[in-house]
């Protein structure tokens, strides 16, 4: 029982951070930019709904944390939404130069990945201690036992992309979700050291669609998973560290890589590849943000930093009321040279606001289901 309370006290304040962090850092990069371009910050809000503690600075801008940590906003002084006295019509949002409101919007995604890049090179500079990626039992009949692999074999690369964690290996396997082609699994023998590369043939895959576990599905068992306070056999450890230049150069990649996953996750999303019962609400980004903390400060890191990568992506899509949706009718405004007519940017929006509400219920949905 007490473990039980220990886990969630760690699980909430694992997300009070991470609410913190990665959605303070999008909406302060928001407001930062807006001030130094001389627009007017109305409010500074972290969650929506009803305001929990409020305060102001002295040039006006209100600051609030309330009650349904979900996101957040920047309020900005706009003639559209209110009327604005005479003499500060200049500091409007609305009467703003294209490229002025562009670099405002476009300014909390790139925080996000800006953030990411930055956990990731004191992860790299401090170094980490990782699971080696050895296969500890293959299902007979499976997938992986069909291309030869056998237990006690490290993964050492897929597709010819180094595997350094089961992390990495799961990520390239998603990678080909919905594809049914074939992956490569290069290996190394724990044993007599001899290496091999195998072939897996994917064109009968099939997940999970709730809990999608790439490694099951394709009949793999790890010989030890990471488990908070267990001791790992130091043969299954392996330190990863780098230099300042080369932990910058491999945090560049990492975000990359991410950045990548993402997008060929969303695509598989949007053509049926991938369900959307895969998807996770905030009670699984609960549960990742205590798991991880759990592990300790720089696995906590790493969340934050896939995380981040995770809301910047989303938020450049072009759908309407997520910043992506902004860009893109600037985009288009400045292609036709004038503005779009208010009637089609309510419609808009309109649909923008029906799509994300749908996601989100369908997400929770399927947080509940994992529950029960």
Same mark, same amino acid.
């Given at each position: 029982?007490?473990?039980?309370?220990?886990?969630?006290?760690?699980?909430?304040?694992?997300?009070?951070?991470?609410?913190?962090?990665?959605?303070?850092?999008?909406?302060?990069?928001?407001?930062?930019?807006?001030?130094?371009?001389?627009?007017?910050? *109305?409010?500074?809000?972290?969650?929506?709904?009803?305001?929990?503690?409020?305060?102001?600075?002295?040039?006006?801008?209100?600051?609030?944390?309330?009650?349904?940590?979900?996101?957040?906003?920047?309020?900005?002084?706009?003639?559209?939404?209110?009327?604005?006295?005479?003499?500060?019509?200049?500091?409007?949002?609305?009467?703003?130069?294209?490229?002025?409101?562009?670099?405002?919007?476009?300014?909390?995604?790139?925080?996000?990945?800006?953030?990411?890049?930055?956990?990731?090179?004191?992860?790299?500079?401090?170094?980490?201690?990782?699971?080696?990626?050895?296969?500890?039992?293959?299902?007979?009949?499976?997938?992986?036992?069909?291309?030869?692999?056998?237990?006690?074999?490290?993964?050492?690369?897929?597709?010819?992309?180094?595997?350094?964690?089961?992390?990495?290996?799961?990520?390239?396997?998603?990678?080909?979700?919905?594809?049914?082609?074939?992956?490569?699994?290069?290996?190394?023998?724990?044993?007599?050291?001899?290496?091999?590369?195998?072939?897996?043939? *994917?064109?009968?895959?099939?997940?999970?669609? *709730?809990?999608?576990?790439?490694?099951?599905?394709?009949?793999?068992?790890?010989?030890?998973?990471?488990?908070?306070?267990?001791?790992?056999?130091?043969?299954?450890?392996?330190?990863?560290?780098?230099?300042?230049?080369?932990?910058?150069?491999?945090?560049?990649?990492?975000?990359?890589?991410?950045?990548?996953?993402?997008?060929?996750?969303?695509?598989?999303?949007?053509?049926?590849?991938?369900?959307?019962?895969?998807?996770?609400?905030?009670?699984?980004?609960?549960?990742?943000?205590?798991?991880?903390?759990?592990?300790?400060?720089?696995? !906590?890191?790493? !969340?934050?930093?896939?995380?981040?990568?995770?809301?910047?992506?989303?938020?450049?899509?072009?759908?309407?009321?997520?910043?992506?949706?902004?860009?893109?009718?600037?985009?288009?405004?400045?292609?036709?040279?004038?503005?779009?007519?208010?009637?089609?940017?309510?419609?808009?929006?309109?649909?923008?606001?029906?799509?994300?509400?749908?996601?989100?219920?369908?997400?929770?949905?399927?947080?509940?289901?994992?529950? !029960?």
């Amino acid at each position: 029982m007490m473990s039980t309370y220990l886990s969630l006290l760690v699980s909430i304040i694992g997300i009070i951070i991470t609410i913190f962090f990665v959605v303070g850092t999008h909406e302060f990069a928001h407001f930062i930019v807006a001030r130094w371009l001389k627009v007017k910050v *109305l409010c500074f809000s972290i969650g929506f709904g009803k305001t929990l503690v409020r305060w102001h600075d002295r040039k006006g801008t209100e600051y609030r944390l309330a009650l349904i940590p979900l996101g957040g906003y920047v309020k900005m002084l706009d003639e559209t939404e209110a009327p604005v006295k005479a003499e500060e019509s200049q500091f409007a949002f609305n009467r703003q130069a294209l490229y002025t409101k562009f670099l405002i919007v476009a300014a909390g995604p790139c925080m996000n990945l800006f953030c990411a890049f930055v956990l990731y090179c004191v992860i790299f500079m401090v170094g980490f201690t990782a699971i080696k990626p050895v296969i500890g039992n293959v299902a007979a009949n499976s997938i992986a036992a069909v291309s030869g692999l056998t237990s006690n074999e490290e993964i050492l690369r897929v597709d010819g992309s180094e595997a350094m964690t089961w992390t990495s290996v799961m990520l390239r396997l998603l990678l080909h979700l919905g594809n049914q082609d074939v992956a490569s699994i290069e290996v190394r023998n724990m044993a007599t050291m001899h290496t091999s590369t195998h072939s897996l043939n *994917l064109s009968h895959w099939q997940l999970n669609k *709730l809990n999608p576990d790439p490694l099951a599905s394709i009949g793999i068992t790890p010989s030890i998973l990471p488990i908070p306070y267990i001791k790992v056999p130091p043969y299954l450890l392996k330190k990863i560290q780098y230099g300042p230049m080369k932990a910058i150069a491999k945090a560049g990649q990492e975000v990359q890589d991410f950045i990548y996953f993402n997008a060929i996750l969303f695509g598989k999303l949007i053509t049926g590849k991938l369900s959307l019962e895969s998807l996770g609400g905030p009670i699984t980004i609960f549960e990742g943000a205590g798991s991880a903390l759990q592990y300790g400060l720089l696995p !906590f890191m790493g !969340f934050l930093a896939f995380l981040s990568i995770s809301i910047g992506i989303i938020n450049f899509l072009p759908i309407p009321g997520l910043d992506g949706g902004h860009l893109f009718i600037y985009v288009i405004e400045s292609i036709i040279g004038r503005p779009i007519p208010e009637k089609i940017l309510l419609l808009l929006y309109r649909f923008g606001f029906i799509l994300i509400f749908l996601l989100v219920i369908q997400a929770v949905f399927n947080d509940l289901l994992r529950l !029960f």
